[in-house]
């Protein structure tokens, strides 16, 4: 990671290496603000011990300390004696269980380690001495954080709740989130907490009236396995399992809590940084400079105001990433339909399930269909049933199908278009009007095939139909409809 060195703010490397070394190297930057070493060592290079291995490790804002945990469930705090390139080294007793997390206060006081122990502990760094414990819950692996003040912690109590404590280990308030926890961080210079969740959403919630505030929604199918956001937080990295990383503005992707992502979101070259595996790029685009390394090191993520150290793309070109907001519905639709001679003109119904949570926004499903038409007032033909003769007869159909199509919001978070195709089979039977009352000849069945474009706003919509049988020929329609979503989005 990167970190600021004194009072003069040098720029510097902290790095950790298998063996066990820490090492504090120097930066310099170039007239195009690129960075580079200093030297070819390092200002301090710090050895572990042989004998234990370090299951995690943290450094101070201003790299004074250096926090290391070892399996023998110890921390090693390391004091950098400045211009001597030298450390002070403390060895603490801190857990009875693995510890997992460490984390400075931004103003150095303090020191917080997370243990599958379920205790999270607070250490005074003046005295390298206890200050308070509190229990939480361990079982996510999530790290407890210090808020941005430094006069809070943040742990999680739950899968799907986290705390707020003050430094004496006292529960404040306790938050639910929507989905599990993953991930917690607190944007800089503000009180919002940023949480990753199952879902792969960044859920945001503000601690100075503990509401929900928004969320970002993920622009890879691929898990996120890393985010941070820059000293104002006005800029966002987010980095995915498959070694896409992605540069964005925060108010051009945070969405309130009752906002939906569009279908398809146009990812810019200036917002991409590495394209992995699952990236998306545009058709006819040459797309930004892909990396198929998924197991590129996304910990720099960490430093995100030193963003220069990755190579940002000059292409100018647009690449598309699906944005995930998939769900069931059901659909009513009446309308009225245009026959050839001798039916003209009829009323038509649909009912339809549509089923999108698996390839979305494509979706497909099952319906069935029934129109009841007119004929012409000079019906060419007779009928006689039972030795009687028959008034001009009407035409029921029902269709069976099954539909697939696109469901796409290439406008605003409420207004879908939809692009369908359906094929099936279509039954007719003729309504003969008798003196006796209304019989019909038996059912013939036909195929069916059909193909609409409409649009959504919210539940209610509108759509343009052609459809085709090999009774009737080609014939239009236009319904209304009414969608009801099914299950949880």
């Given at each position: 990671?990167?970190?600021?060195?004194g009072d003069i703010k040098n720029d510097v490397l902290l790095t950790l290496s298998e063996e066990g070394s820490f090492c504090v190297w120097d930066l310099y930057s170039d007239k195009n603000e690129k960075k580079g070493l200093t030297d070819k060592e390092p200002i301090i290079r710090i050895e572990c011990d042989d004998d234990s291995n370090i299951t995690c490790a943290s450094f101070s804002k201003n790299s004074d300390y250096i926090a290391i945990s070892d399996d023998k469930f110890n921390i090693n705090l390391y004091?950098?004696?400045r211009y001597t390139r030298q450390t002070i080294k403390k060895s603490i007793q801190a857990h009875s269980k693995e510890i997992y997390g460490l984390e400075f206060c931004s103003n150095n006081s303090y020191l917080v380690s997370s243990s599958f122990d379920n205790k999270g502990k607070v250490w005074d760094l003046k005295t390298n001495s206890l200050f308070s414990e509190f229990k939480f819950y361990s079982k996510s692996k999530v790290p407890i954080i210090f808020t941005d003040d430094s006069n809070y912690l943040i742990a999680t109590t739950s899968k799907r709740t986290f705390s707020v404590f003050d430094l004496n280990g006292e529960k404040i308030?306790?938050?639910k989130t929507l989905k599990n926890i993953e991930k917690i961080k607190i944007l800089p210079s503000t009180n919002?907490?940023?949480?990753?969740?199952?879902?792969?959403?960044?859920?945001?919630?503000?601690?100075?009236?503990?509401?929900y505030y928004g969320y970002i929604p993920p622009y890879n199918i691929t898990p996120i396995t890393s985010y941070a956001f820059n000293s104002d937080s006005s800029l966002l990295l987010i980095g995915h399992e498959d070694g896409s990383i992605y540069k964005f503005v925060f108010d051009k992707v945070f969405l309130k809590p009752d906002?939906?992502?569009?279908?398809?979101?146009?990812?810019?070259?200036?917002?991409?940084v590495a394209a992995g595996s699952s990236h998306i790029s545009a058709e006819g685009t040459d797309g930004a400079e892909s990396t198929s390394d998924s197991e590129s090191n996304l910990e720099e993520i960490e430093n995100l105001q030193n963003q220069e150290v990755f190579n940002k793309s000059s292409d100018s070109s647009f690449n598309i990433v699906p944005s995930y907001k998939p769900y069931n519905s059901l659909l009513f639709s009446v309308g009225a339909t245009y026959l050839s001679e001798p039916f003209v003109y009829g009323g038509t119904l649909f009912a339809e399930y549509r089923y999108g949570k698996l390839l979305s926004p494509i979706f497909f499903g099952v319906g069935v269909g029934g129109d009841y038409s007119y004929p012409i007032d000079d019906f060419p033909y007779t009928y006689n049933v039972n030795g009687q003769k028959t008034e001009a007869p009407n035409l029921l159909g029902i269709a069976c199908y099954v539909p697939f199509g696109v469901c796409l919001k290439p406008w605003s978070k409420d207004i879908f278009v939809i692009s369908e195709v359906k094929l099936g089979t279509k039954l007719y039977s003729l309504l003969l009007n008798t003196n006796s009352g209304v019989g019909s000849v038996g059912f013939s069945p036909y195929f069916y095939f059909a193909t609409s474009i409409g649009c959504l706003f919210k539940f209610i919509g509108a759509d343009f139909i052609v459809e085709?049988?090999?009774?009737?020929?080609?014939?239009?329609?236009?319904?209304?409809?009414?969608?009801?979503?099914v299950g949880k989005k």
């Open positions: 990671m990167f970190s600021k060195e004091f950098k004696l308030q306790t938050i919002i907490v940023a949480v990753l969740t199952s879902k792969n959403n960044i859920e945001l919630y503000n601690l100075e009236d503990y509401s906002e939906e992502p569009p279908a398809f979101r146009v990812v810019t070259a200036e917002e991409l085709y049988d090999s009774l009737s020929g080609f014939y239009p329609a236009v319904v209304v409809s009414y969608q009801l979503k």
